[in-house]
């Protein structure tokens, strides 16, 4: 959701600078810069693409139980399809990626007081991160959608009207779903830490539903063998980017730059069919 990750989502235009639409310069390259650093921001004092080459590191936060996205493996190793994308830019970076979970109520925090240097792990597009970050392009499309259990009656939306439904606290599900109508049919929305213990409930009965990802939903269902059901409704659809400091444009330019190398020589395709069975990402 994340997700952890918390899945274009949010289209209304932000009041200074959308992922699309914003301080237009020119990367070394040609290549527009459609970031959204700050009014205030001096392209002459951007030390952070400098900051990470001189301490050989990259440092990633990320909810680390957010499959297939970010998350622990039987070996309890941090995997997924973003871990593997970071792997990639930063070797071309010619730095060292350093993962570290962070707790996604608290990103924005992490982010701000410099202990991580980007947000990557499925995190949705929408107006309050575009304020409060500096956004990549965006690179994966997702639903946002209800699994109930298959053995269960429910078919659609409508069905889950006075029912408990479970959603990740601090992701963006959790905002879409509480700023719905649906918030005002459910019989209660309760918020989880994770969307794996959101499941776990879900299998006990304490849940009618889960609401999340898309990308996520059909993950534990296809690679876990689950017994879950993805209902029709699509309550919305969204985008995922990369959230970096409001000022580091420099970082996040050079970041941007290498996905779409990536994309060019099939390296995000070899990377996206290993975990999706194709390429279904949105990077150009």
């Given at each position: 959701m994340k997700m952890k990750k918390i899945f274009a989502a949010f289209l209304a235009a932000a009041s200074m600078a959308t992922l699309f639409v914003g301080c237009k310069t020119q990367d070394g390259d040609g290549m527009e810069n459609t970031g959204n650093p700050s009014p205030s921001?001096?392209?002459?004092?951007?030390?952070?693409?400098?900051?990470?080459?001189?301490?050989?590191?990259?440092?990633?936060?990320?909810?680390?139980?957010?499959?297939?996205?970010?998350f622990r493996d039987e070996n309890n190793e941090i995997v997924g399809f973003d871990i593997d994308l970071a792997k990639e830019v930063t070797s071309r970076m010619g730095v060292e990626l350093v993962v570290q979970p962070i707790s996604w109520d608290s990103k924005e925090m992490e982010l701000n007081s410099g202990n991580i240097d980007c947000i990557w792990n499925g995190m949705s597009i929408n107006d309050e991160r575009k304020e409060a970050m500096n956004l990549s392009k965006a690179y994966l499309r997702n639903d946002m959608?209800?699994?109930?259990?298959?053995?269960?009656?429910?078919?659609?939306?409508?069905?889950?009207?006075?029912?408990?439904?479970?959603?990740?606290?601090?992701?963006?599900?959790q905002e879409i779903l509480e700023g719905s109508e649906f918030n005002g049919q459910a019989g209660e929305i309760i918020g989880y830490d994770d969307n794996v213990t959101a499941f776990m409930d879900l299998d006990a009965n304490g849940v009618d539903a889960v609401f999340l990802d898309s990308v996520v939903a059909n993950y534990f269902i296809t690679s876990k063998n689950k017994p879950y059901r993805i209902l029709s409704d699509v309550l919305y659809e969204e985008e995922y980017?990369?959230?970096?400091?409001?000022?580091?444009?420099?970082?996040?330019?050079?970041?941007?730059?290498?996905?779409?190398?990536?994309?060019?020589?099939?390296?995000?395709?070899?990377?996206?069919?290993?975990?999706?069975?194709?390429?279904?990402?949105i990077i150009e």
């Open positions: 921001y001096d392209p002459a004092e951007d030390k952070s693409l400098v900051s990470v080459q001189e301490k050989g590191k990259f440092i990633l936060g990320l909810d680390d139980s957010f499959p297939p996205m970010g959608v209800f699994v109930v259990l298959d053995s269960s009656a429910y078919n659609s939306q409508a069905d889950l009207a006075g029912k408990k439904v479970a959603v990740q606290n601090g992701s963006s599900a980017a990369i959230g970096f400091r409001k000022n580091d444009q420099a970082l996040r330019d050079e970041v941007q730059k290498i996905l779409i190398e990536m994309k060019a020589d099939g390296k995000v395709d070899e990377i996206s069919t290993k975990w999706f069975g194709s390429d279904i990402t």
